[in-house]
């Protein structure tokens, strides 16, 4: 994009884009643990407004820190919104625009010289862990985590894989972990959670946490479904022992299955304040994109989208906008709310500037650490957000100021929405603003770079 553009664009969004802050005036560099639940909608949470999932540890998380109501996934599904989050940029930018399959097992992987946010943070002397689902590089790729900057990982190398909380097996370092297939996969990965933060609390670490609940099939051990059993308009019994029975209460298996999530990051979060490291530990808890319809759960009938428009493959605001909580004892201030709007792109940027390493050139994402201090007034802020998204055909989105664009095909109209008086997206008013609708289809053909793994197809 060229100056006068930009410029221009700024203006029409009546923003201030600010310079980034340089340096990061911290005693101790902080470990920074980034949970990230998998198809969790923005309204799934109590602290979003959920009625019928229980969720005490997160709400404890928000209230004992910072909820942001305007954050964004990397993109609307898995691999391209983790790669995001790894690489600072968003799907105009990146090398993983789609889950694009890897047989017989994994996705495209991420080059080699990719340079990731565990490569950034292990260069500063942090040990890095993954522990969940990867889906950047199957077996043996160059987008192996142990090849991407982290010390250990252990989970899903293939998102496809993934579909089952009952695997045949899992990874760990490169090396194949056979399973009995009655073994609940979320369960382990908690294990190894606490087992590297234990290993690992003398010196500084990052932790990367990808969860895969409540991602597809619902299933979920008997005694986190039993406390929604009959409580939210299900008649028919689950059939004990039974994990997976999508006809019988699906709703029931759904919320168990967010409620053992935030049990577990329950457990993490006291395991840290045992090992005397929660006033130096940075958590972050998000969700890689927006609600699934798939396995039997309805997000309509358990309100997983809240009051937005969408879902999973949609770039309306349900398939993007994501819970994002940071907590930080003696730093994040205790019972906050921001509505900076942000997106995964920034978490590179944010996490460098923490660790007081060098943040890389031609990032699409600005550190949110001015805002995580409650220093709004010295937050930079975005000129705009882009999204981009291939599967079923090539759609694209915008964020700009209060403005969304949603385009759902190059040869379509751009649809325009007010976000400040319609959050829903029900009314599209491009016809309402003519010289903006110009303007953010000249953004879409310039905020991005084309990719020959993700070639636009325009008919």
Not at 288 to 295: A, R, V, Y
Not at 343 to 355: G, R, S, V
Not at 428 to 450: G, I, K
């Amino acid at each position: 994009m060229d100056r006068r553009c930009f410029i221009n664009l700024a203006a029409l969004s009546s923003l201030t884009v600010l310079a980034p802050r340089s340096g990061w005036c911290q005693q101790k560099r902080p470990n920074i643990v980034f949970i990230m639940a998998d198809d969790l909608g923005y309204g799934d949470l109590g602290c979003y407004g959920s009625t019928k999932i229980h969720t005490p540890h997160l709400d404890q998380m928000a209230r004992e820190g910072l909820r942001f109501t305007q954050f964004y996934a990397g993109s609307t599904v898995c691999a391209p919104s983790r790669c995001s989050l790894m690489t600072g940029l968003h799907t105009g930018h990146t090398y993983i625009r789609g889950n694009t399959e890897v047989q017989p097992e994994g996705q495209a992987p991420l080059p080699s010289d990719t340079v990731t946010l565990a490569k950034i943070l292990k260069n500063k002397g942090y040990t890095t862990g993954i522990i969940g689902k990867w889906g950047l590089g199957g077996p043996g790729s160059e987008g192996e985590p142990n090849r991407q900057g982290f010390d250990h990982w252990f989970g899903y190398l293939c998102q496809r894989q993934a579909h089952t909380f009952y695997p045949d097996h899992l990874w760990r370092n490169g090396e194949r972990v056979e399973l009995d297939g009655k073994t609940y996969s979320h369960d382990l990965m908690t294990d190894e959670a606490l087992q590297f933060i234990e290993k690992n609390q003398e010196h500084p670490f990052f932790l990367y946490l990808p969860y895969t609940i409540p991602h597809a099939a619902l299933q979920v051990p008997e005694d986190s479904i039993q406390p929604y059993r009959g409580t939210l308009g299900e008649e028919k019994a689950f059939p004990p022992g039974q994990h997976y029975a999508p006809q019988a209460e699906p709703k029931a298996a759904f919320a168990g299955m967010v409620s053992r999530l935030d049990r577990d990051i329950g457990r993490l979060r006291s395991l840290l304040q045992s090992l005397g490291l929660a006033e130096n530990t940075l958590i972050f808890f998000t969700s890689d994109n927006g609600p699934h319809k798939e396995g039997g759960h309805n997000p309509e009938e358990m309100d997983s989208n809240g009051p937005l428009r969408g879902l999973k493959r949609d770039l309306y605001e349900g398939g993007i906008r994501v819970p994002m909580l940071a907590c930080w004892p003696g730093t994040v201030a205790p019972g906050t709310t921001s509505d900076h709007v942000g997106a995964f792109w920034d978490i590179l940027p944010t996490c460098a500037e923490l660790a007081g390493a060098p943040v890389p050139d031609g990032l699409d994402g600005l550190s949110i650490a001015a805002e995580l201090q409650g220093q709004s007034a010295n937050q930079p802020q975005h000129a705009f957000l882009y999204w981009e998204f291939h599967e079923g055909g090539f759609k694209q989105a915008v964020r700009m100021g209060q403005w969304k664009a949603v385009r759902l095909a190059p040869n379509r109209p751009l649809e325009l929405y007010d976000l400040e008086e319609d959050l829903t997206e029900t009314t599209n008013v491009a016809n309402s603003y003519p010289d903006l609708v110009q303007a953010l289809t000249a953004l879409m053909e310039t905020a991005r770079t084309d990719s020959a793994l993700f070639p636009v197809k325009k008919k």
